[in-house]
């Protein structure tokens, strides 16, 4: 594009009968400050395109993860009712970590997902899965709402009955967490 640019400039200059060579040199040389210009103008609309389509992509995103958070907690709560050890660490520690925040926790409580972890826990066979059930459920124990319906689930009575770990530490400070966590609302831990 250029250079048909620069032909039909020499060529309509050749046409002319009042072109000189000064203004020839002075054409070329607003020809350079056009290029300069052009790609100035390239990159700065580059940068705008750019911008246009992560902006686009992020609304896209925003719109679109919660239906997919929503179907990883589906898939984590379904792996707790798995009878492989490892697929129910795994579908604990998703949880764990989904639970971030009030909302969010009780989201795990109403698809069922701390009924699970209790569960979970209570046929656990070895110190990892009791360790993964335990990190879960306090994850799930910062909210207050969490814990009461933890409380009716009767995790006081399952968290008591886990057997206590002497090759894991965690498994009894997650344990000593949770119990102090119900005694610290007033739910009634003695039993």
Known sequence: MRTLASHLTSYLCRRKLGCNVQSRN???????DELSIEKDAERKIGWLLKLIFAGTASAVAYQLFP???DNLLQQSVSLLH?????FKRMGASRLARFAIDDERRMKIVETGG????????GAANDDRTRK???KALTALSHS??????LHLAGAVSVIRSAPQSVED??????????????????????S
């Open 132 to 134: 993964e059930a335990l």
């Open 169 to 190: 530490a965690d498994v009894e400070k997650y344990k000593s967490s949770l119990l102090k966590r119900f005694q610290d609302l007033r739910y009634d831990v003695s």
């Open 82 to 86: 798995v009878k492989d050890p490892l």
């Open 114 to 121: 701390a009924q699970g972890l209790l569960n979970m826990l």
């Open 26 to 32: 002075s054409s070329s040389f607003n020809v350079k």
């Open 144 to 149: 207050d709402e969490a814990v009461r319906a």
């Open 67 to 69: 239906y997919l958070g």
